[in-house]
Nanobody, 123 residues
Framework: QVQLVVSGGGLVQAGGSLRLSCAAS????????GGWFRQAPGKERSFVAD???????SYADYVKGRFTISRDSAKNTVYLQMNSMKHEDTAIYSC?????????????????WGQGTQVTVSS
């Protein structure tokens, strides 16, 4: 059973940066896909980014160029570096893992979820 623990949320001013971490136990991100999703108040959960086997990454258009997903295989941890943050990035961010090597952006394709962390961007 894969367990994911998220850390790193908080309050940041618009234009600032935050880094989220997602540490896995009971499984490895090296052979699974790790993803980040977010859910803003009153909205559906939406895809942010994922990192697949061999380090291939994909991003939602609304974060492309500002957010970077990465992986430290030695620590079995996936990160989400968020730069140039905007007020509309305010949401609860969750990490997830799936055995699928080429998942779509659907959260239903992810089998394991960490707890969410609140990210608030003040304008």
């Amino acid at each position: 059973q894969v367990q994911l623990v998220v850390s790193g949320g908080g309050l940041v001013q618009a234009g600032g940066s935050l880094r989220l971490s997602c540490a896995a136990s009971g499984g490895t991100f090296s052979t699974n896909t790790g993803g980040w999703f977010r859910q803003a108040p009153g909205k559906e959960r939406s895809f942010v980014a994922d990192i697949r086997r061999y380090g291939i990454t994909s991003y939602a258009d609304y974060v492309k160029g500002r957010f970077t997903i990465s992986r430290d295989s030695a620590k079995n941890t996936v990160y989400l570096q968020m730069n140039s943050m905007k007020h509309e990035d305010t949401a609860i961010y969750s990490c997830a893992a799936t055995k699928m090597s080429h998942p779509t952006s659907l959260s239903s394709q992810y089998d394991y979820w960490g707890q969410g962390t609140q990210v608030t961007v003040s304008s």
